[in-house]
């Protein structure tokens, strides 16, 4: 079995900075991408940040030159750097890898969810 667990979220004022983790375990063979998506209420799950495994990021066009996604390979942990958070930044942010493991192909899996608020 795959776990993906999150870590680094919570409440911080706007223009604060916060840093997330997530790292996962079990029976992995590869990690070809992880990323981060976040859904606040009311709206639909998006996209925030993704990398692959040759290190290639994709952003959503709200959070470019804000926040930075990284991964260490070694540790199969990815991170958010989110920088001069604003209010609409508030979500639960999810996890995910797009992995294979010793007995299955290609899948998706998802963290619990970390909620990040941005609040003065």
């Known amino acids: 079995q795959v776990q993906l667990v999150e870590s680094g979220g919570g409440l911080v004022q706007p223009g604060g900075s916060l840093r997330l983790s997530c790292a996962a375990s079990?029976?992995?063979?590869?990690?070809?991408?992880m990323g981060w998506f976040r859904q606040a209420p009311g709206k639909q799950r998006e996209l925030v940040a993704a990398?692959?495994?040759?290190?290639?990021?994709n952003y959503v066009d709200s959070v470019k030159g804000r926040f930075t996604i990284s991964r260490d390979n070694a540790k199969n942990t990815v991170y958010l750097q989110m920088n001069s958070l604003k209010p609409e930044d508030t979500a639960v942010y999810y996890c995910?890898?797009?992995?294979?493991?010793?007995?299955?192909?290609?899948?998706?899996?998802w963290g619990q969810g970390t909620q990040v608020t941005v609040s003065s």
């Open positions: 990398i692959t495994s040759s290190n290639s990021t």
């Open positions: 079990g029976s992995i063979f590869s990690i070809y991408a």
């Open positions: 995910y890898a797009d992995l294979s493991t010793t007995v299955q192909a290609e899948t998706d899996y």
